[in-house]
Nanobody, 122 residues
Framework: QVQLVESGGGLVQPGGPLRLSCAAS???????????MGWHRQAPGKERELVAA????????NYADAVKGRFTISRDNAKKTGYLQMNSLKPEDTAVYYC????????????WGQGTQVTVSS
């Protein structure tokens, strides 16, 4: 069965870096390469928001204004893994971070990971 598992979260000081990974299973590498991927976050008392997204082949990315210039989304389709490199972290980045895999069109489907906690605090 398809499963996405996030890892790499934890406690980090303001200004520090953190790298999140999203490992997919239950896909062939070829099938994984047909899905767009996204990273989302949900802070206490707030709704889940899209942080970054990347197209299936990795050719196009987009970011929320709050993280532009600080976060980088990437993927390795052969490894069936997505990444979110976070730099210059701020306390307001504290949230549970989730990854998603999304296929568009008439065969649209979406899968979500369970989330990983990122806490930015000194």
């Amino acid at each position: 069965q398809v499963q996405l598992v996030e890892s790499g979260g934890g406690l980090v000081q303001p200004g520090g870096p953190l790298r999140l990974s999203c490992a997919a299973s239950g896909f062939s590498a070829l099938t994984f390469s047909t899905y767009d991927m996204g990273w989302h976050r949900q802070a206490p008392g707030k709704e889940r928001e899209l942080v970054a997204a990347i197209t299936s082949a990795g050719g196009t990315t987009n970011y929320a204004d709050a993280v532009k210039g600080r976060f980088t989304i990437s993927r390795d389709n052969a490894k069936k893994t997505g990444y979110l490199q976070m730099n210059s972290l701020k306390p307001e980045d504290t949230a549970v971070y989730y990854c998603s895999a999304n296929r568009r069109g008439p065969t649209a489907r979406a899968y979500w990971g369970q989330g990983t906690q990122v806490t930015v605090s000194s």
